[in-house]
């Protein structure tokens, strides 16, 4: 398999047996022009490699796939197993799923920007609250990958938390139902303070919610 192997990348016929190709490399956009009798034949010389490796960003075929890293950051963890299954792990599969779903194969193909975007994502979501910890194995991974294979100098992958907006911070907030409130106001008028004025600022607070 040649460089192009697991890579997303778009062609275009230019006319006259010229084709133009696409593809996205760590350095940003790339664009090469060949000569090809016709769709097959261009897909074939993509895929044997007619393009220089740093094309597409990354020097090394044989670097680790995505995956091969996460199994090998795993195996150096120390916490209890059990958390590695049902925290780790689970949330290692999510963010797999995801680079599968953008069509990355290779580790040097993860950038910050992804992460990035994969946290803005999240929080698209409704799932701030695990945002930081989603991210947070990807982070260690990087790490670990940056330490363990020098040769293809990954970077190592940073993100921030994004910024909520005001119409998230209110749907995010544990707020009660009508009924809810109308039985709590009940439960404290029926307690030995009675309906004072403490009750009637609840009320106006739940009913602010």
Known sequence: MGPAAGRVFSLNEKGSGSWSLNLQSSEGRTRKQFRADSLEEAIDIVEEG???EDDFGFSDPNQPEISTVFRQWKETLTCKQSTI?????????????WTD????VYWGEILSF????????????????????????????????KMNYP?????????SLP??????KRRNRDTLTVQQATEFLFFLRDQPFGWNGMVQAVALEALAS
């Open 114 to 145: 992804h992460l990035q975007k994969y946290a803005v994502e999240c929080l698209n979501k409704n799932e701030r609250a695990t945002v930081e910890k989603r991210c947070r194995v990807v982070r260690s991974a990087s790490k670990f990958a």
């Open 85 to 97: 299954d049902d925290d780790y792990w689970r949330r290692v599969k999510q963010f797999v799923d």
């Open 101 to 104: 779903a953008h069509g990355m």
């Open 163 to 168: 910024r909520q907006n005001h119409r998230q």
């Open 50 to 52: 007619y393009f220089d």
């Open 151 to 159: 040769q293809h100098r990954f970077e190592m992958l940073e993100f």
